[in-house]
Protein backbone atom coordinates (compact mmCIF):
# COMPACT_ATOMS: atom_id res chain seq x y z
CA UNK A 1 0.00 0.00 0.00
CA UNK A 2 1.32 3.31 -0.90
CA UNK A 3 -1.69 4.90 -1.48
CA UNK A 4 -0.59 6.03 -5.15
CA UNK A 5 -1.39 3.19 -7.55
CA UNK A 6 -4.73 2.60 -5.84
CA UNK A 7 -5.73 6.16 -7.16
CA UNK A 8 -5.00 4.94 -10.71
CA UNK A 9 -7.91 2.22 -11.07
CA UNK A 10 -9.03 2.27 -14.51
CA UNK A 11 -12.40 0.78 -13.63
CA UNK A 12 -12.99 2.98 -10.66
CA UNK A 13 -11.94 5.91 -13.21
CA UNK A 14 -14.36 4.87 -15.34
CA UNK A 15 -17.12 4.29 -13.11
CA UNK A 16 -16.78 8.05 -11.94
CA UNK A 17 -17.00 8.87 -16.25
CA UNK A 18 -20.17 7.38 -16.45
CA UNK A 19 -21.26 9.31 -13.26
CA UNK A 20 -19.94 12.38 -14.57
CA UNK A 21 -22.58 12.02 -17.64
CA UNK A 22 -25.50 11.67 -15.18
CA UNK A 23 -24.66 14.89 -13.90
CA UNK A 24 -24.56 17.25 -16.45
CA UNK A 25 -28.21 18.70 -18.33
CA UNK A 26 -27.32 17.50 -22.20
CA UNK A 27 -25.98 20.39 -24.43
CA UNK A 28 -25.73 22.46 -20.67
CA UNK A 29 -21.96 24.33 -20.64
CA UNK A 30 -19.93 24.14 -17.61
CA UNK A 31 -16.70 25.79 -16.88
CA UNK A 32 -14.39 24.43 -14.36
CA UNK A 33 -10.98 25.54 -13.24
CA UNK A 34 -8.36 23.66 -12.44
CA UNK A 35 -6.10 26.09 -10.32
CA UNK A 36 -3.02 24.17 -9.64
CA UNK A 37 -0.70 23.39 -13.00
CA UNK A 38 0.59 19.60 -10.85
CA UNK A 39 -3.55 18.93 -12.07
CA UNK A 40 -3.38 20.37 -15.32
CA UNK A 41 -0.74 17.86 -16.14
CA UNK A 42 -2.15 14.95 -14.32
CA UNK A 43 -5.40 15.79 -16.55
CA UNK A 44 -3.40 15.42 -20.14
CA UNK A 45 -1.09 12.68 -19.18
CA UNK A 46 -3.33 10.50 -18.02
CA UNK A 47 -5.98 11.33 -20.92
CA UNK A 48 -9.10 12.05 -18.42
CA UNK A 49 -10.43 14.99 -20.68
CA UNK A 50 -11.35 12.36 -23.01
CA UNK A 51 -13.49 11.03 -20.17
CA UNK A 52 -15.61 14.01 -19.54
CA UNK A 53 -18.68 14.63 -21.16
CA UNK A 54 -18.80 17.20 -23.68
CA UNK A 55 -20.96 19.92 -21.65
CA UNK A 56 -17.43 20.12 -19.44
CA UNK A 57 -14.76 22.49 -20.20
CA UNK A 58 -11.95 22.26 -18.08
CA UNK A 59 -10.19 25.69 -17.99
CA UNK A 60 -6.25 26.04 -16.86
CA UNK A 61 -5.85 28.15 -13.80
CA UNK A 62 -2.75 30.23 -12.58
CA UNK A 63 -1.33 27.72 -10.26
CA UNK A 64 2.10 27.42 -12.13
CA UNK A 65 4.69 29.11 -10.16
CA UNK A 66 6.72 29.36 -13.03
CA UNK A 67 4.50 31.19 -15.32
CA UNK A 68 3.46 33.84 -13.26
CA UNK A 69 6.70 35.43 -12.75
CA UNK A 70 6.69 38.33 -14.84
CA UNK A 71 9.84 38.92 -17.54
CA UNK A 72 10.83 42.20 -15.06
CA UNK A 73 11.69 39.91 -12.12
CA UNK A 74 13.56 37.34 -14.14
CA UNK A 75 15.58 40.86 -15.76
CA UNK A 76 16.36 41.38 -11.41
CA UNK A 77 17.33 38.10 -11.45
CA UNK A 78 19.36 37.65 -13.96
CA UNK A 79 21.47 41.08 -12.87
CA UNK A 80 21.91 39.61 -9.66
CA UNK A 81 23.37 36.12 -11.01
CA UNK A 82 25.65 38.02 -13.22
CA UNK A 83 27.15 39.95 -10.59
CA UNK A 84 30.91 38.11 -9.99
CA UNK A 85 30.55 37.82 -6.50
CA UNK A 86 27.38 35.66 -6.58
CA UNK A 87 26.31 32.26 -6.56
CA UNK A 88 22.35 32.32 -7.83
CA UNK A 89 20.90 29.06 -6.98
CA UNK A 90 17.07 28.37 -8.07
CA UNK A 91 14.98 25.60 -8.90
CA UNK A 92 15.84 23.68 -12.50
CA UNK A 93 12.37 24.68 -14.35
CA UNK A 94 13.43 28.98 -13.79
CA UNK A 95 16.71 28.65 -15.76
CA UNK A 96 14.50 28.32 -18.89
CA UNK A 97 12.30 31.38 -18.44
CA UNK A 98 13.13 34.22 -21.04
CA UNK A 99 13.92 37.76 -19.39
CA UNK A 100 12.99 40.79 -21.06
CA UNK A 101 16.20 40.86 -22.96
CA UNK A 102 14.92 37.67 -23.97
CA UNK A 103 18.14 36.19 -22.22
CA UNK A 104 17.42 33.33 -19.45
CA UNK A 105 19.34 31.99 -16.25
CA UNK A 106 20.51 29.73 -18.49
CA UNK A 107 21.94 31.79 -20.82
CA UNK A 108 23.61 34.08 -17.84
CA UNK A 109 24.95 30.47 -16.82
CA UNK A 110 26.54 30.50 -20.69
CA UNK A 111 28.00 33.75 -20.32
CA UNK A 112 29.85 32.88 -17.30
CA UNK A 113 27.51 33.62 -14.37
CA UNK A 114 27.58 31.09 -11.35
CA UNK A 115 24.18 29.68 -11.62
CA UNK A 116 23.63 26.18 -9.96
CA UNK A 117 20.22 24.44 -10.10
CA UNK A 118 19.26 23.28 -5.95
CA UNK A 119 16.85 20.60 -4.96
CA UNK A 120 15.86 22.66 -1.82
CA UNK A 121 16.39 26.18 -0.38
CA UNK A 122 18.30 24.41 2.43
CA UNK A 123 20.95 22.88 -0.22
CA UNK A 124 21.55 26.43 -1.14
CA UNK A 125 21.94 27.25 2.47
CA UNK A 126 24.59 24.11 2.80
CA UNK A 127 26.30 26.05 -0.25
CA UNK A 128 26.57 29.36 1.42
CA UNK A 129 28.42 27.68 4.13
CA UNK A 130 30.72 25.67 2.22
CA UNK A 131 31.59 28.91 0.34
CA UNK A 132 31.93 31.67 2.70
CA UNK A 133 33.93 34.32 0.68
CA UNK A 134 30.87 34.01 -1.89
CA UNK A 135 27.71 35.58 -1.97
CA UNK A 136 24.95 32.71 -2.01
CA UNK A 137 21.33 34.08 -3.64
CA UNK A 138 18.37 31.63 -3.19
CA UNK A 139 15.98 32.59 -6.44
CA UNK A 140 12.89 32.13 -3.87
CA UNK A 141 9.28 31.72 -6.66
CA UNK A 142 6.03 29.54 -5.52
CA UNK A 143 2.78 29.37 -3.48
CA UNK A 144 2.37 28.80 0.13
CA UNK A 145 3.62 24.99 -0.60
CA UNK A 146 7.00 26.51 -1.39
CA UNK A 147 7.43 29.40 0.73
CA UNK A 148 7.31 27.77 3.90
CA UNK A 149 10.87 26.28 2.96
CA UNK A 150 12.26 29.59 2.18
CA UNK A 151 10.93 30.77 5.56
CA UNK A 152 12.08 28.02 7.44
CA UNK A 153 15.59 28.10 5.05
CA UNK A 154 16.00 31.90 6.48
CA UNK A 155 15.14 30.82 10.24
CA UNK A 156 18.28 28.67 9.58
CA UNK A 157 20.17 30.95 8.37
CA UNK A 158 19.34 33.50 11.30
CA UNK A 159 20.28 30.88 13.94
CA UNK A 160 23.76 29.79 12.49
CA UNK A 161 24.70 33.13 12.08
CA UNK A 162 25.32 32.46 7.67
CA UNK A 163 25.86 36.23 6.53
CA UNK A 164 26.46 35.81 2.98
CA UNK A 165 23.54 33.89 1.95
CA UNK A 166 20.10 36.12 0.91
CA UNK A 167 16.59 35.33 -0.80
CA UNK A 168 15.33 37.26 -4.34
CA UNK A 169 11.59 36.78 -3.00
CA UNK A 170 8.59 35.95 -5.21
CA UNK A 171 6.73 33.88 -3.24
CA UNK A 172 2.62 33.86 -4.50
CA UNK A 173 -0.52 33.57 -2.72
CA UNK A 174 -3.22 31.78 -4.03
CA UNK A 175 -6.42 33.19 -2.70
CA UNK A 176 -5.76 37.11 -4.44
CA UNK A 177 -4.59 35.54 -7.84
CA UNK A 178 -8.24 33.56 -7.39
CA UNK A 179 -9.88 36.58 -6.33
CA UNK A 180 -8.52 38.58 -9.29
CA UNK A 181 -10.30 35.76 -11.40
CA UNK A 182 -13.19 35.80 -10.13
CA UNK A 183 -13.13 39.74 -10.46
CA UNK A 184 -12.69 39.72 -14.14
CA UNK A 185 -15.43 39.64 -16.43
CA UNK A 186 -14.27 38.07 -19.46
CA UNK A 187 -13.86 34.62 -17.19
CA UNK A 188 -16.73 33.20 -16.14
CA UNK A 189 -15.94 30.31 -13.42
CA UNK A 190 -18.66 27.62 -12.89
CA UNK A 191 -16.50 26.12 -9.81
CA UNK A 192 -13.28 25.20 -9.08
CA UNK A 193 -10.45 22.18 -9.05
CA UNK A 194 -8.94 23.41 -5.36
CA UNK A 195 -5.19 22.59 -5.30
CA UNK A 196 -4.39 20.15 -3.44
CA UNK A 197 -0.38 20.74 -2.52
CA UNK A 198 -0.84 24.31 -1.53
CA UNK A 199 -3.70 23.47 0.70
CA UNK A 200 -1.73 21.05 2.90
CA UNK A 201 -0.36 24.29 3.95
CA UNK A 202 -3.35 26.83 4.05
CA UNK A 203 -6.05 24.47 4.27
CA UNK A 204 -9.39 24.99 2.61
CA UNK A 205 -10.63 28.41 4.79
CA UNK A 206 -8.83 30.54 2.37
CA UNK A 207 -11.18 29.20 -0.09
CA UNK A 208 -14.35 29.94 1.64
CA UNK A 209 -14.87 33.67 0.54
CA UNK A 210 -15.01 31.89 -3.23
CA UNK A 211 -18.33 30.10 -2.10
CA UNK A 212 -19.81 32.61 0.09
CA UNK A 213 -18.86 35.72 -1.29
CA UNK A 214 -18.97 34.40 -5.61
CA UNK A 215 -21.21 31.53 -4.85
CA UNK A 216 -19.07 29.26 -6.69
CA UNK A 217 -18.13 25.56 -5.52
CA UNK A 218 -14.61 24.18 -4.33
CA UNK A 219 -13.28 21.14 -4.55
CA UNK A 220 -9.68 20.56 -3.47
CA UNK A 221 -8.42 17.46 -4.74
CA UNK A 222 -5.74 15.03 -4.70
CA UNK A 223 -3.24 14.22 -8.27
CA UNK A 224 -3.94 11.04 -9.11
CA UNK A 225 -6.82 10.51 -11.75
CA UNK A 226 -9.40 9.14 -9.67
CA UNK A 227 -8.99 11.91 -7.34
CA UNK A 228 -9.04 15.13 -10.29
CA UNK A 229 -12.15 12.55 -11.41
CA UNK A 230 -13.88 12.67 -8.00
CA UNK A 231 -13.09 16.50 -7.24
CA UNK A 232 -15.08 16.96 -10.77
CA UNK A 233 -18.20 14.43 -9.69
CA UNK A 234 -18.05 16.82 -6.54
CA UNK A 235 -18.47 19.64 -8.27
CA UNK A 236 -20.86 18.65 -10.75
CA UNK A 237 -23.23 17.18 -7.83
CA UNK A 238 -22.83 20.71 -5.76
CA UNK A 239 -23.98 22.42 -9.43
CA UNK A 240 -26.72 20.50 -9.76
CA UNK A 241 -27.89 21.27 -6.03
CA UNK A 242 -27.84 24.56 -6.50
CA UNK A 243 -24.97 24.46 -3.70
CA UNK A 244 -21.61 26.50 -3.35
CA UNK A 245 -19.52 24.81 -0.67
CA UNK A 246 -15.77 24.03 -0.18
CA UNK A 247 -15.08 20.25 -0.02
CA UNK A 248 -11.99 18.70 0.64
CA UNK A 249 -11.43 15.37 -1.72
CA UNK A 250 -7.76 15.42 -0.70
CA UNK A 251 -8.71 14.76 2.95
CA UNK A 252 -5.18 12.29 3.07
CA UNK A 253 -3.30 15.02 3.56
CA UNK A 254 -5.13 18.45 3.64
CA UNK A 255 -6.34 19.64 6.66
CA UNK A 256 -9.15 21.92 6.98
CA UNK A 257 -6.56 24.28 9.10
CA UNK A 258 -3.89 23.79 7.31
CA UNK A 259 -0.16 22.97 8.59
CA UNK A 260 0.13 25.66 11.72
CA UNK A 261 4.17 24.61 11.49
CA UNK A 262 4.52 26.04 8.24
CA UNK A 263 1.85 28.85 8.46
CA UNK A 264 3.71 30.30 11.53
CA UNK A 265 7.06 30.22 9.67
CA UNK A 266 5.53 32.13 7.00
CA UNK A 267 4.11 34.09 9.38
CA UNK A 268 7.02 35.08 11.22
CA UNK A 269 9.71 35.52 7.59
CA UNK A 270 7.31 37.49 5.48
CA UNK A 271 4.78 39.80 5.64
CA UNK A 272 2.53 40.13 2.16
CA UNK A 273 3.38 42.95 -0.11
CA UNK A 274 0.44 45.81 -1.23
CA UNK A 275 1.03 44.23 -4.39
CA UNK A 276 2.97 41.60 -6.51
CA UNK A 277 3.20 41.80 -10.52
CA UNK A 278 1.97 38.70 -12.12
CA UNK A 279 1.97 37.41 -15.92
CA UNK A 280 -0.48 38.05 -17.80
CA UNK A 281 -2.80 38.83 -14.96
CA UNK A 282 -0.97 42.03 -13.85
CA UNK A 283 -1.12 43.94 -10.30
CA UNK A 284 -2.72 41.89 -7.54
CA UNK A 285 -3.12 43.45 -4.70
CA UNK A 286 -1.73 41.94 -1.76
CA UNK A 287 -0.71 38.31 -3.56
CA UNK A 288 2.94 38.65 -2.92
CA UNK A 289 5.34 37.98 -0.32
CA UNK A 290 8.11 39.77 1.14
CA UNK A 291 11.09 39.26 3.34
CA UNK A 292 9.78 40.68 6.75
CA UNK A 293 12.17 43.61 8.10
CA UNK A 294 13.62 41.13 10.76
CA UNK A 295 14.84 39.34 8.26
CA UNK A 296 16.13 42.43 5.75
CA UNK A 297 20.05 41.22 6.22
CA UNK A 298 18.65 38.03 3.94
CA UNK A 299 16.80 39.96 1.92
CA UNK A 300 18.41 40.25 -1.73
CA UNK A 301 16.39 43.47 -3.03
CA UNK A 302 18.24 44.75 0.03
CA UNK A 303 21.65 43.76 -0.67
CA UNK A 304 22.16 44.39 -4.11
CA UNK A 305 20.67 46.85 -6.46
CA UNK A 306 17.69 45.30 -8.94
CA UNK A 307 17.04 46.99 -12.14
CA UNK A 308 13.35 46.71 -11.35
CA UNK A 309 11.44 47.12 -14.58
CA UNK A 310 8.53 46.33 -15.58
CA UNK A 311 8.47 44.41 -18.84
CA UNK A 312 5.60 43.98 -21.68
CA UNK A 313 4.80 40.24 -22.38
CA UNK A 314 5.83 39.43 -25.68
CA UNK A 315 2.95 40.48 -28.21
CA UNK A 316 3.26 36.85 -29.64
CA UNK A 317 2.96 35.11 -26.97
CA UNK A 318 -0.52 34.50 -25.12
CA UNK A 319 0.50 33.28 -21.34
CA UNK A 320 -1.70 36.00 -19.87
CA UNK A 321 -4.84 34.73 -21.76
CA UNK A 322 -3.80 31.35 -21.09
CA UNK A 323 -3.28 32.02 -17.39
CA UNK A 324 -6.46 33.56 -17.32
CA UNK A 325 -8.58 30.28 -18.71
CA UNK A 326 -9.46 33.09 -22.17
CA UNK A 327 -7.21 30.61 -24.16
CA UNK A 328 -6.38 27.39 -24.53
CA UNK A 329 -2.47 26.73 -25.83
CA UNK A 330 -2.96 25.88 -28.86
CA UNK A 331 -5.45 28.89 -30.33
CA UNK A 332 -2.22 31.12 -29.55
CA UNK A 333 0.02 31.61 -32.88
CA UNK A 334 3.00 30.90 -31.49
CA UNK A 335 2.27 27.76 -29.90
CA UNK A 336 4.53 24.43 -31.15
CA UNK A 337 6.00 26.89 -33.56
CA UNK A 338 7.79 29.83 -32.22
CA UNK A 339 7.51 28.31 -28.79
CA UNK A 340 8.58 25.09 -28.08
CA UNK A 341 9.73 23.10 -24.40
CA UNK A 342 13.63 23.19 -25.96
CA UNK A 343 13.32 27.61 -27.18
CA UNK A 344 10.19 28.65 -24.99
CA UNK A 345 8.75 31.75 -25.90
CA UNK A 346 6.20 32.23 -22.37
CA UNK A 347 6.47 30.21 -19.12
CA UNK A 348 3.62 28.57 -19.90
CA UNK A 349 5.77 26.50 -21.88
CA UNK A 350 8.83 26.43 -20.09
CA UNK A 351 7.20 25.32 -17.14
CA UNK A 352 7.05 21.42 -15.88
CA UNK A 353 3.61 22.70 -14.51
CA UNK A 354 3.10 24.90 -17.84
CA UNK A 355 -0.82 24.60 -19.57
CA UNK A 356 1.40 25.27 -23.14
CA UNK A 357 3.99 22.55 -21.88
CA UNK A 358 1.03 20.08 -21.09
CA UNK A 359 -0.59 20.27 -24.40
CA UNK A 360 2.50 19.83 -26.08
CA UNK A 361 3.80 17.22 -24.28
CA UNK A 362 0.67 15.15 -24.67
CA UNK A 363 -0.61 16.13 -28.11
CA UNK A 364 -3.06 17.94 -27.62
CA UNK A 365 -1.31 20.67 -30.58
CA UNK A 366 -3.53 19.16 -32.97
CA UNK A 367 -6.66 20.00 -32.01
CA UNK A 368 -9.06 22.39 -34.03
CA UNK A 369 -9.90 25.03 -32.02
CA UNK A 370 -13.87 24.97 -31.37
CA UNK A 371 -16.39 26.96 -33.45
CA UNK B 1 9.82 7.81 6.24
CA UNK B 2 12.61 5.70 7.54
CA UNK B 3 14.57 7.45 10.43
CA UNK B 4 15.08 10.59 12.41
CA UNK B 5 18.12 12.10 11.56
CA UNK B 6 19.50 15.14 13.88
CA UNK B 7 18.72 18.66 12.66
CA UNK B 8 14.77 18.48 12.50
CA UNK B 9 15.62 16.06 9.20
CA UNK B 10 14.67 12.55 8.61
CA UNK B 11 15.29 9.83 6.00
CA UNK B 12 12.91 9.12 3.93
CA UNK B 13 12.57 6.34 0.79
CA UNK B 14 11.55 7.98 -1.98
CA UNK B 15 10.11 4.62 -3.78
CA UNK B 16 13.69 3.39 -3.54
CA UNK B 17 15.63 6.64 -3.57
CA UNK B 18 16.92 7.54 0.02
CA UNK B 19 17.18 11.27 0.49
CA UNK B 20 16.86 13.70 4.04
CA UNK B 21 14.36 15.60 4.16
CA UNK B 22 13.32 18.51 7.07
CA UNK B 23 10.24 17.66 9.54
CA UNK B 24 10.56 20.96 10.69
CA UNK B 25 6.78 21.35 9.65
CA UNK B 26 5.81 17.37 10.70
CA UNK B 27 7.27 17.19 13.84
CA UNK B 28 5.43 14.19 14.84
CA UNK B 29 6.30 12.27 11.65
CA UNK B 30 7.76 8.40 12.95
CA UNK B 31 9.37 5.90 10.84
CA UNK B 32 6.79 3.86 9.20
CA UNK B 33 4.60 7.28 8.42
CA UNK B 34 4.22 8.13 4.92
CA UNK B 35 4.77 12.14 4.44
CA UNK B 36 4.30 14.36 1.62
CA UNK B 37 7.55 16.09 0.67
CA UNK B 38 7.76 19.42 -1.72
CA UNK B 39 11.38 20.90 -1.90
CA UNK B 40 13.14 18.92 0.52
CA UNK B 41 10.27 19.82 3.55
CA UNK B 42 7.60 17.04 4.30
CA UNK B 43 4.49 19.49 4.43
CA UNK B 44 1.97 16.99 5.89
CA UNK B 45 1.46 13.03 7.00
CA UNK B 46 -0.71 10.62 5.55
CA UNK B 47 -3.86 10.16 7.05
CA UNK B 48 -4.43 6.38 6.61
CA UNK B 49 -8.06 6.25 7.55
CA UNK B 50 -9.00 9.39 5.11
CA UNK B 51 -6.69 7.61 2.68
CA UNK B 52 -9.08 4.27 3.14
CA UNK B 53 -12.28 6.19 2.62
CA UNK B 54 -11.26 8.12 0.05
CA UNK B 55 -10.66 4.42 -1.53
CA UNK B 56 -14.02 3.16 -0.02
CA UNK B 57 -15.96 5.38 -2.12
CA UNK B 58 -14.36 4.49 -5.36
CA UNK B 59 -15.32 1.04 -4.85
CA UNK B 60 -19.04 2.26 -4.17
CA UNK B 61 -18.68 3.55 -7.32
CA UNK B 62 -17.52 0.41 -9.26
CA UNK B 63 -20.13 -1.43 -7.59
CA UNK B 64 -22.61 1.25 -8.83
CA UNK B 65 -20.95 1.22 -12.34
CA UNK B 66 -21.41 -3.05 -11.98
CA UNK B 67 -25.52 -2.53 -10.89
CA UNK B 68 -26.05 -0.63 -13.52
Known amino acids: MKYVDEYRSAEAAAAIATELRTLVEPGSHVKLMEVCGGHTHAIYRHGLDALLPPEVELVHGPGCPVCVIPMGRVDDAVSIAERPEVIFTSFGDMLRVPGGRRRSLLEAKARGADVRIVYSPLDALAIARDEPGREVVFFGVGFETTAPATALTLLRARELGVANFSVFCNHVLIAPALRAILDAPETQIDGFVGPGHVSTVIGTRPYDFIAREYGRPVVVAGFEPTDILQAIALLLRQLRDGKAEVENQYGRVVRDEGNPEALAALDEVFAVRDDFEWRGLGPIPHSGYRIADAFAVWDAEERFEVPGARIEDPKACRCGDVLRGMAKPYECGVFGTACTPEKPLGTCMVSSEGACAAYYAYGRHRQKVPA | MLERLPDGLAKV ?56
Open chain 2, 13 to 68: DFGGVRRSVSIAFTPEAEPGDWVLVHVGFALAMLDEDEARATLELLGEAIDAELRA
